[in-house]
């Protein structure tokens, strides 16, 4: 993951430590899945959020720009691809905000559950081969019907298309980067993350606030807001990545 083939770089301690932390990062969001996945039945089904058909978007695109990296022999780009939605998109954004859900009952506990065993499955298929160790023992626990059974003998995944929703990835982008931000927010103020805040005011033109307005139950749960508003003109903190919205929030 360090260079591209065939060229001479320095050995770091810092990539090997940054490796460390993404398998770190990796094995405990695994952990935390598997638990939230013990009474899931893969028979059931239930129509995705968008939240969910925002992150099948970015992983679809993952499959094929990693794909394409490897039928290329250019390991360090598609370990990057991987890499990059794994810990960004998948841990920080996907799973910080389906939280609540899997820990509540229904229809949107059951949307994010089987959201989360096929993205695992097709996120470890793409690391395996420059990470076979802590991969295997991920899908052994998780996937395999037996103890022959390795993510190694599965197959590499397939693009699907079908999946692609772009409409959900551009409110989706929207959504996960308020949420971003608003972490941020709290952390400049010296608060714990989990504090509940009494109000969030989210400022933009009307078709970016009808974005937000589709996760506003995700905001809030997630972020443990009480009310949110919505509003034109300019607030406090601007949305990085998105010109024109800003939010104002009250603890």
């Not at 096929?118 to 793409?126: G, K, S």
């Not at 103890?147 to 298309?161: A, G, M, T, V």
């Amino acid at each position: 993951a360090g260079g591209s083939t065939g060229t001479d770089i320095p050995f770091r301690w810092e990539d090997v430590e940054y490796g460390r932390r993404f398998m770190t990062k990796l094995w405990n969001a695994c952990r935390f899945s598997a638990m939230r996945l013990e009474d899931h039945e893969p028979s059931k089904h239930a129509e995705p959020t968008l939240i969910e058909r925002w992150k099948l978007t970015k992983l679809e695109k993952t499959v094929k720009a990693s794909t394409a990296s490897m039928e290329n022999c250019e390991w360090m780009n598609a370990t990057e691809a991987a890499r990059n939605f794994t810990w960004h998109v998948f841990c920080d954004d996907y799973l910080e905000a389906v939280k609540y859900r899997l820990y509540g009952e229904g229809e949107p506990k059951l949307a994010a559950q089987q959201t989360l065993r096929y993205t695992i499955r097709r996120t470890l298929q793409m690391l395996a081969p420059v990470m076979p160790h802590i991969t295997d023992e991920i899908y052994s626990n998780m996937y395999a019907t037996d103890e022959k059974d390795s993510i190694h003998l599965s197959k590499w995944p397939d693009y699907n298309e079908a999946l692609l929703d772009e409409e959900a990835e551009r409110a989706g982008d929207l959504i996960t980067a308020i949420m971003g931000e608003v972490r941020k927010m709290k952390n400049k103020q010296g608060v714990p993350l989990n504090k509940p805040a009494k109000r969030l005011t989210v400022y933009a033109d009307e078709k970016a606030l009808s974005d937000v307005r589709l996760g506003d139950r995700d905001i809030k749960e997630t972020l443990k807001i009480e009310e949110i508003a919505y509003e034109g003109g300019a607030g406090e903190a601007e949305v990085e990545g998105h010109s024109g919205v800003s939010l104002s929030l009250v603890l």
